[in-house]
């Protein structure tokens, strides 16, 4: 399944990709109301691919669901427009889901940056003085922090028990690491598998083509804001997360994050939804957050 969003250049660059890796597979795209020419590229030039069109736009979490609450396969594959999947690189991702327990397993992201071609997709976690720390973990086969939702395969009837990606993360960050911390606090499991190789073309994504540095980071902020507070039970890092926050607010004013401080208002300003999705979530819990760091 891929997501779009005026993505009618990328589509036509990567969906060849997409539909020769699938080979027999349902191939879906989900289109949050485009205004260029996106769906009539697909009409024309992929009438093999399956079409949900959003009559308005509702950000990436709401598209995803939408697209796959249409599929009828139990694995979906996410693939976001700025990613083209190698040939084979479906059979290693799918073979997982022979254990019952897998929810998601992740691709190995070949990420083309400015830098260079930077390996990613194995994600490290902590909680760290009441702030859940993510990070690039070694690229090797095992368990993962979170699979991102721009490269990875989900089990449908797990991802319809948690409820799908959470609308609350709109427009964009977090609700892929939300997702899987929600599976993993509830017992499913979360893996990566470095055989199942992409190629990301990060800097053609929608995101940095669309907002500005510091309207991304205010997003960053507060979504950080908002998984935290939907999803942390345990008393000891709660306390933490209390008692350092005033300090992180200081330490943003003192050096001039003044962007930090407007994402926290945000989040503080969305407190009564995230109550909500808190207590949707909380009837899967099974696990204590100190269970779920992922260090090596």
């Known amino acids: 399944m891929v997501p779009n969003w005026n993505g009618e250049a990328l589509l036509a660059k990567n969906l060849p990709a997409v539909i020769a890796a699938a080979k027999d597979a349902e191939i879906i795209v989900a289109d949050d109301a485009s205004t260029d020419g996106s769906i009539t590229i697909l009409k024309q030039k992929f009438p093999q691919v399956k079409i949900v069109a959003n009559a308005a736009q509702h950000g990436f979490s709401r598209n995803v669901n939408s697209g796959v609450a249409m599929a009828t396969g139990e694995i979906i594959v996410l693939l976001n427009t700025d990613v083209q999947p190698t040939v084979h690189f479906l059979d290693p991702l799918l ?82 690491i939300d997702l899987s911390y929600t599976a993993r606090k509830a017992g499913f499991r979360i893996l990566f598998e470095p055989k199942s190789i992409v190629e990301h073309f990060h800097d053609e994504g929608k995101i940095k083509m669309n907002f500005s540095p510091d309207d991304v980071k205010r997003i960053a902020y507060r979504n950080q804001y908002f998984f935290i507070w939907k999803n942390l039970s345990d008393f000891r890092i709660l306390f933490l997360h209390i008692v350092w926050t005033p300090v992180r607010l200081l330490q943003a004013l003192f050096y001039g994050d003044f962007v930090m401080i407007v994402g926290f208002i945000s ?15 909380k009837r899967l819990w099974k696990k204590k957050d100190g269970e779920l760091s992922i260090l090596v």
Do not use: Q
């Not at 300003?269 to 808190?278: A, E």
């Open 267 to 281: 989040a503080v300003v969305c407190l009564p939804r995230i109550v909500l999705s808190r207590r949707k979530a």
């Open 95 to 176: 073979a997982h889901f022979a254990d019952s327990t897998v929810f998601a397993v992740g691709c190995l992201e070949k990420s083309h940056e400015h830098k260079g071609i930077v390996e990613r997709g194995r994600g490290l976690a902590r909680w760290e003085r009441g702030y859940f720390i993510h990070s690039k973990g070694v690229v090797k086969d095992g368990p993962t922090a979170w699979v991102s939702g721009g490269s990875g395969a989900f089990r449908k009837s797990m991802w319809d028990t948690i409820g799908g990606m959470d609308t609350v993360y709109n427009p964009f960050y977090w609700e892929d």
